[in-house]
């Protein structure tokens, strides 16, 4: 079993950016993939980025595809969200989320991931 617990949430304007961090505890968690996700108000809870155990194939919603950047550090036991040129509509809760399915490329789909911290509030004024 795999805990996270994501932090670096916050308000800003439209163009700032910020790093969010998702601190994983676990025996195997380094070999999990590793994603992000995101839910406003009234809507579902939507992929945004997805990272593999190595590091590598990284991938993104269309919609921040240019803008944040997934990484991971295993040593720290870190999964981190780059996320620069923020908008509006980047408002909402985030998720990190770990999944143990096989295979070369990170799933993007929620029902993937088993195991999701507690969200932290990101927040985009205009």
């Known amino acids: 079993q795999v805990q996270l617990v994501e932090s670096g949430g916050g308000s800003v304007q439209a163009g700032d950016s910020l790093r969010l961090s998702c601190a994983a505890s676990?025996?195997?968690?380094?070999?999990?993939?590793m994603g992000w996700f995101r839910q406003a108000p009234g809507k579902e809870r939507e992929f945004v980025a997805a990272?593999?155990?190595?590091?590598?194939?990284?991938a993104y919603a269309d919609s921040v595809k240019g803008r944040f950047t997934i990484s991971r550090d295993n040593a720290k036991n870190m999964v981190f969200l780059q996320m620069n040129s923020l908008k509006p509509e980047d408002t909402a809760v985030y998720y990190c989320?770990?999944?143990?399915?096989?295979?070369?490329?990170?799933?993007?789909?929620?029902?993937?991931?088993?195991?999701w911290g507690q969200g932290t509030q990101v927040t985009v004024s205009s």
């Open positions: 676990g025996r195997t968690w380094s070999s999990y993939f």
């Open positions: 990272i593999s155990w190595s590091g590598g194939s990284p």
């Open positions: 989320a770990a999944s143990r399915l096989p295979g070369r490329a990170p799933p993007t789909s929620r029902s993937s991931y088993g195991n």
